[in-house]
């Protein structure tokens, strides 16, 4: 199952408005995903990505 929600931070490539998907893994085998979408230009970053690039700021 996938869930998307809008999400307060701009786009790291054009400034635009972000939203977050998360995939819930059916299977305990599977790790659940989540990762940021921009509406206006398609960027993709994982969230493991972005947690990283905030706690080194």
Do not use: H
């Not at 929600?5 to 819930?24: A, Q």
């Amino acid at each position: 199952m996938m869930n998307t929600l809008d999400i307060p931070l701009p786009c790291p490539s054009c400034g635009g408005k972000m939203y977050s998907i998360r995939y819930e893994a059916p299977l305990n085998v599977l790790r659940e995903r989540s990762w940021q979408i921009c509406k206006n230009c398609d960027f993709e970053q994982q969230t493991d990505d972005f947690k990283k690039k905030l706690l080194t700021v």
